[in-house]
Nanobody
Framework: QVQLVESGGGLVQAGGSLRLSCAASGRTFSSYTMAWFRQAPGKERDFVAAITRTSGATYHADSVKGRFTISRDNAKNTVYLQMNSLKPEDTAVYYC???????????????WGQGTQVTVSS
């Protein structure tokens, strides 16, 4: 069982930056592929970025490539999402997710956090 708690969301102007954090419970954090998803009102939950368990290989959605960066610190049981050059269309609730297994870009993750709101004003 893994519990995930996101933090770092908030209100920011277009062009600004935020860093989201996701703290995981348990001693097996390094066993999990970690990902970030986002969901805007009335829309489906979309993949944002993911990072593999130990090699740290990453994959980012085209919509955020070059602006967002996912990273992890296995010693701190934490995964991060650095978001730069934010746009109003990035406004959404951002969710952290974990799965045992290879990186996927679907919502087929085993554990989810409660989400953190990111609002980008124009």
């Amino acid at each position: 069982q893994v519990q995930l708690v996101e933090s770092g969301g908030g209100l920011v102007q277009a062009g600004g930056s935020l860093r989201l954090s996701c703290a995981a419970s348990g001693r097996t954090f390094s066993s999990y592929t970690m990902a970030w998803f986002r969901q805007a009102p009335g829309k489906e939950r979309d993949f944002v970025a993911a990072i593999t368990r130990t090699s740290g290989a990453t994959y980012h959605a085209d919509s955020v490539k070059g602006r967002f960066t996912i990273s992890r610190d296995n010693a701190k049981n934490t995964v991060y999402l650095q978001m730069n050059s934010l746009k109003p269309e990035d406004t959404a609730v951002y969710y952290c997710a974990a799965r045992l297994g290879m990186l996927v870009t679907t919502t087929a993750y085993d554990y989810w956090g409660q989400g953190t709101q990111v609002t980008v004003s124009s």
